[in-house]
């Protein structure tokens, strides 16, 4: 019996592969993607799935066709792969409404961000930030996939111990930076963040960290708008029909 063909595509990563290690098949900063088929339709409707969070994970590990370590995938990249996903399910005509106006985005015409190569030390991961009002001088990493789980395991153990418990924020910094004052100890960092960490120092380090870091550029003109904002990835981005 004869094979059936099905068409791919070459997805190129926002970080270039310049994060990953040089065994990591990701290091080539391109990913093979097939189109979506009816396998992929039912994984999208898959209530478990849904209801577990993680239905756009198993879509996009089930359009991968590369041999990559999908945990080690960082969230930049990953956003490339989910715009990737939906064009090749659905087309790149995304409608959505904004400021209360039909909107209509082309996602084909989407780009990486620039990112300043200087930056980036080969297949590593660690970057240098001196806070501008305590001086404290930090370390940090750029998250992957499997750090979001972490986190998300983290922050689900909070919600049972305090139910009004919301400390996103602060988690995700103790999962993203990696010395303080050369103290590389998970307790160091935890203490710092949670004590010593100014507001005006921890938006100064976000705002870094979203400036430098890999990632796709989602934002958009909308009608009547001067300025960029970001586009809404709401249901209709993979249920176009809802």
Sequence with gaps: MSEFKLPTEVVELPSKGLLYSE??????GKIEMKYMTAKEEDILTNQ??????????????????????????????????????????YGSEYKFTYGGEDQTVDL??????????????????????????SKNHITFRFLSHKDEKSIQRELDGLKKINKDASPELTTRLKHMITSVEGKTETKDIRDFVDNYLLAKDSRALREHIKKIQPDVDLTFFPDGYENRVSIPVGVSFFWPDV
């Design 23 to 28: 065994e990591s098949g990701l290091k080539s």
């Design 48 to 89: 478990s799935y849904i209801s577990k969070g993680v239905v756009l994970d198993k879509l996009m590990q089930s359009l991968i066709v590369s041999k990559i370590d999908y945990n080690s995938l960082l969230l930049g990249d990953k956003n490339a792969i989910m715009v990737a996903a939906r064009i090749l399910g």
């Design 108 to 133: 084909s015409l989407i780009e990486n961000k620039e990112i300043d190569e200087s930056l980036f030390k080969e297949g590593n991961n660690q970057f240098e930030f001196t806070l501008p009002h």
